[in-house]
């Protein structure tokens, strides 16, 4: 079924644009910001709403090219054809090592292993520093003992400022003085750790256990990305939680910034089961995408329930009728397509703070004939990740631009975390504590009312994409 709408996809973006082989570039430049803009016009969500990407703005291939010719380079370009970065599309991303991105869906990248929040000072609106979220086993962050609830203001000497932070952790070394809350204010300690970026591979399943919680046993995950190569450990994780028989079940996705639209409908199925066949998602491109696919092939604008993986694995089923999740802000795209499309099904509590609000998914576009991974330019590396759709749930519910809003309101104290998976840490003790006896009370402690910045690690730290994997076998398969 997806092969087919796969196929679908590319024979109707490629009829909207002229093909490559049909004209000859000799400048570089010109020829990346040709498949710049023939990849915005044939998929990009708001391509109606960008007057360069008409299909009526250039009337042959000349014209084109004298447009492109006025931007030096890619990334101009695909800012100039971005609809509104600053309040609408704050998520597609042009790079100029698609390999690099690649590697970055399957969880490897080059980091000191933290994970880390940025938040104001007390009483200042250009100082800020960093918690620790968590650390990636094995990482260098992890074998030098820097641990979750660690606080640190200051990279080599210099305080942490909105001006200058991304500088600063943009090195392969970072020599981070460690810092504490002496209850008014942050003090420094004297202490120092020297950690190094290395290639590492994270497991998105950080965390799984079983708690008894009053009468009920409950299953816990900490699952912080949907990462397709682990969707057989995912489902191994529910495999561990039928076998415990488990009867409530606690998703903690506080640090999940989403991932593959895939793994998110593997998800669904796995905490539910007897929804197989039903309408999981909906899909919604832009105008002339939508109507064509509306009046052709309308059943690929929908997703059902899966009962198996792509490659034939059943997946494991909870059964389950009511759901919670902890969420924050870090819970972007996937995260939040995952409540939204279970909303209509089962019973969803939602515990923690609002989500990111992202509703959108993006494809990976390469400098091919049709746009795949297949014949590729080799004389560069640029490649897109354009926003191409919306996701919404069974009941066309999306555009949740403020993203999801708790039912139990309960933000993360940064001067006491607790341990990820202690029953004593605050958000997950909220959420025994309403599976046990139904309240939603939460524990009260004296938080400070401090501003956090919505801190990417990477660009795509946030992202919700088509599998392009996928996406480039069937180009492949169409094209012999």
């Not at 002496?182 to 420094?188: A, K, N």
């Not at 091919?368 to 080799?378: E, M, Q």
Request: aromatic share 12%; charged share 20%; glycine share 6%.
């Amino acid at each position: 079924m997806k092969k087919i709408f796969y196929i679908i996809l590319l024979s109707m973006a490629l009829s909207q644009c002229q093909k490559k082989d049909t004209y000859q570039i000799d400048d570089q430049h010109l020829e990346i910001n040709d498949f710049v803009w023939k990849g915005m016009n044939a998929l990009y969500l708001w391509k109606n709403q960008v007057p360069d990407l008409s299909d009526k703005k250039f009337r042959n291939q000349a014209e084109l090219n004298d447009f492109l010719q006025d931007f030096s380079n890619p990334d101009d370009l695909f800012e100039h054809l971005i609809y509104k970065r600053n309040e609408v599309d704050h998520w597609s991303w042009i790079v100029d090592d698609y390999e690099a991105l690649l590697q970055l869906f399957q969880g490897v990248r080059k980091t000191t292993g933290m994970r880390i929040g940025l938040v104001y000072e007390p009483g200042s609106s250009t100082n800020i520093f960093a918690y620790v979220k968590y650390v990636i086993p094995d990482s260098d962050a992890a074998q030098k003992g820097v641990q979750r609830g660690f606080l640190f203001r200051k990279i080599a000497g210099q305080q942490l400022t909105v001006d200058n932070y991304q500088d600063l952790f943009n090195q392969d070394q970072l020599d981070i003085e460690w810092a504490s809350w002496d209850g008014s204010q942050l003090v420094d300690t004297g202490n120092t750790s020297l950690l190094e970026k290395t290639v590492v591979s994270e497991n998105p399943i950080y965390y799984k256990t079983v708690f008894t919680a009053g009468s009920h046993k409950v299953g816990y995950l900490i699952y912080n990305g949907f990462m397709s190569n682990y969707d057989s450990r995912l489902n191994e994780a529910f495999g561990y939680f039928q076998s415990e028989n488990i009867d409530k079940l606690i998703i903690d996705l506080r640090y999940n910034p989403g991932g593959s639209v895939e793994t998110m409908t593997y998800l669904g199925s796995m905490i539910t089961g007897q929804f197989t066949g039903q309408t999981y998602l909906k899909y919604q491109w832009h105008p002339a995408m939508q109507q064509w696919m509306q009046e052709n092939y309308p059943e690929q604008l929908s997703r059902s329930f899966p009962d198996r993986m792509n490659n034939g694995e059943q997946l494991k089923h909870l059964m389950m009728n009511d759901v919670v999740f902890i969420t924050t802000k870090n819970s972007a795209s996937a995260s939040e397509s995952l409540i939204n499309c279970l909303c209509p099904y089962i019973n969803v509590t939602q515990i923690g703070t609002a989500t990111h609000g992202k509703y959108t998914a993006s494809i990976t576009m390469f400098d091919s004939p049709d746009f795949s991974g297949y014949n590729v330019n080799k004389s560069h590396k640029w490649a897109m990740q354009p926003i191409v759709l919306k996701v919404s749930n069974a009941n066309n519910e999306s555009d949740f631009i403020n993203g999801l809003i708790p039912d139990i309101y309960q933000p993360e104290d940064y001067f006491n975390l607790g341990t990820l998976g202690d029953t004593n840490e605050p958000l997950l003790q909220t959420a025994l504590n309403y599976i046990s006896s139904g309240s939603t009370n939460r524990p009260i402690h004296p938080l400070l009312n401090l501003n956090e910045i919505y801190y990417k690690e990477q660009p795509l730290s946030d992202e919700m994409y088509l599998d392009s994997k996928i996406l480039t076998r069937i180009i492949h398969i169409r094209t012999q």
